[in-house]
């Protein structure tokens, strides 16, 4: 059985507070408080943790609704949606840089709101889940004994795990944004043997197992170091490539091994 949504009403008006309880409760929603100004907001948000707050812009007290939507959205992470009389320019334009789930203009008809309301709650609920997924995949591949750089169609580096940081010799915020080839220099040992790029082989190919025989990643600092490299696509639900995935690892201490061998 699914939770009954907790809604906070924040409205300088009492009767248009006591409406509005009213009609939530109707909707099914669960409203155990009304407050009347931007501090009090914050307070009951921070007692009560509703699922979402509709908040008013014009309040009692010194703080009007933007500002208490600001903090409470900031420090809380509560999804807010506007209700309000205002719709001039200058206050949507600071009523946008809050991140509102919605904004309703007063008058409005009930439906309207509920489907706001609904709306809301929806786009809040598959935020977080997207956001728990993004941090579920950020800590695997940060895990991964394996370097791994993932990259855009274009070839424009989109993530970097630590390993590969210290292999590349490339920090995480400079490596964003930037060419792989840049990146991810790979050049043969063996002398008029290219290299292919990785990006386009596995646009064109697919999923590949190394690139030539005896590849060397140079680092940001000059170091040679063997790598053996795996490419693949990122496909999206739709079968459409939207990026790559570059896997590699030091093979130097299994060169030494296998020059042991062989004396």
């Given at each position: 059985m699914s939770k009954v949504k907790q809604v906070l009403v924040v409205e300088d008006e009492v009767i248009v507070?006591?409406?509005?309880r009213k009609r939530l409760i109707r909707m099914g929603y669960n409203v155990p408080v009304a407050v009347s100004s931007g501090k009090e907001a914050i307070e009951k948000a921070n007692e009560n943790?509703?699922?979402?707050?509709?908040?008013?812009?014009?309040?009692?007290g010194d703080m009007d609704g933007?500002?208490?939507a600001e903090k409470i959205h900031s420090s809380l992470d509560i999804p807010v949606v506007y209700l309000?009389?205002?719709a001039d320019e200058k206050t949507l334009q600071r009523a946008r840089i809050t991140e509102p789930y919605g904004y309703i203009i007063k008058p409005f008809k009930e439906r309207e709101l509920q489907i706001n309301l609904e709306i809301a709650l929806y786009k809040y609920d598959m935020e977080k889940r997207l956001k728990a997924s993004e941090q579920w995949l950020s800590a695997a591949i940060n895990s991964i004994g394996d370097a791994v750089i993932a990259t855009d169609?274009?070839?424009e580096v989109k993530l970097i795990n630590p390993i590969a940081e210290a292999l590349t010799g490339w920090?995480?915020?400079?490596?964003?944004?930037?060419?792989?080839?840049?990146i991810f220099n790979i050049v043969s040992e063996d002398a008029g043997i290219n290299v292919d790029d990785p990006v386009s082989k596995v646009l064109r190919e697919g999923i590949f197992y190394g690139l030539t025989e005896h590849t060397v990643l140079i680092s940001?600092?000059?170091?040679?170091?063997?790598?053996?490299?795996?490419?693949?696509?990122i496909k999206?639900?739709?079968?459409?490539?939207?990026?790559?995935?570059?896997?590699?690892?030091d093979i130097m201490e299994r060169r030494r091994i296998e020059k042991g061998l062989s004396k």
């Open positions: 507070a006591d409406d509005l943790l509703p699922d979402l707050v509709l908040m008013d812009i014009v309040l009692h933007i500002e208490a309000t009389a205002y169609p274009a070839g920090k995480q915020e400079e490596a964003m944004g930037q060419p792989l080839k840049k940001n600092s000059g170091i040679k170091i063997p790598v053996d490299i795996i490419g693949s696509p999206d639900e739709k079968n459409h490539v939207i990026g790559v995935v570059v896997v590699f690892y």
